[in-house]
T-cell receptor, first 110, second 113 residues
Framework: GQQVMQIPQYQHVQEGEDFTTYCNSSTTLSNIQWYKQRPGGHPVFLIQLVKSGEVKKQKRLTFQFGEAKKNSSLHITATQTTDVGTYFCAGRGGYQKVTFGIGTKLQVIP | NAGVTQTPKFQVLKTGQSMTLQCAQDMNHNSMYWYRQDPGMGLRLIYYSASEGTTDKGEVPNGYNVSRLNKREFSLRLESAAPSQTSVYFC????????????FGAGSRLTVL
């Protein structure tokens, strides 16, 4: 079945450092979504990538979708304490088949 | 708008007890989902309903049943709770079954003793 692997599982950074989380799928994806979950909260949609090689930016966040549509990354430039949380990728393969990665828990040290 | 509302927020059960988690959305979404979240396991799909009147199993359906009561409501039932079902449960909805964004509820934290 479809598997989405996400690394690292945990990341501690000093405030101002950059952060990257990676997702890799065992199968080709039709699209990939990214969600953020604040501590004690629920996942909130950040962005969706659909096209091969697509790059999207949201302020300090840069999202990439690989050329083969099997991997993706989220990069945060100059982290802030407001970036704390768990970042999930969610890959969509066949109809309705959405698989979440295990998430990357980001801690930002002031 | 409330979005996706789940009740209860917290529940403690004894092994063997039953309970129903309720979920309602007010966004006129067609598809609804139940996920469980466990440390180191991410979000795993229990059941989903692509549209009113249909339900399908996800990755981890054993021990659960669901009911799509109407377009707004999708409930999750544990008939005989087990400690392995201790988890945080999230209900979510999306406009359709395709490449749609998931809107999550606030979650229900269930502990089975």
């Amino acid at each position: 079945g479809q598997q989405v692997m996400q690394i690292p599982q945990y990341q501690h950074v000093q405030e101002g450092e950059d952060f990257t989380t990676y997702c890799n799928s065992s199968t080709t994806l039709s699209n990939i979504q990214w969600y953020k979950q604040r501590p004690g909260g629920h996942p909130v949609f950040l962005i969706q990538l659909v096209k091969s090689g697509e790059v999207k930016k949201q302020k300090r966040l840069t999202f990439q979708f690989g050329e083969a549509k099997k991997n993706s990354s989220l990069h945060i430039t100059a982290t802030q304490t407001t970036d704390v949380g768990t970042y999930f990728c969610a890959g969509r393969g066949g109809y309705q088949k959405v698989t979440f990665g295990i998430g990357t828990k980001l801690q930002v040290i002031p | 708008n409330a979005g996706v509302t789940q009740t209860p927020k917290f529940q403690v059960l004894k092994t063997g007890q039953s309970m129903t988690l309720q979920c309602a959305q007010d966004m006129n979404h067609n598809s609804m989902y139940w996920y469980r979240q466990d440390p180191g396991m991410g979000l795993r799909l229990i059941y989903y309903s692509a549209s009113e009147g249909t339900t399908d199993k996800g990755e981890v359906p054993n021990g659960y049943n669901v009911s799509r009561l109407n377009k707004r409501e999708f409930s999750l039932r544990l008939e005989s709770a087990a400690p392995s079902q201790t988890s945080v449960y999230f209900c979510a909805s999306s406009q359709g079954a395709g490449a749609n964004v998931l809107t999550f509820g606030a979650g229900s934290r269930l502990t089975v003793l």
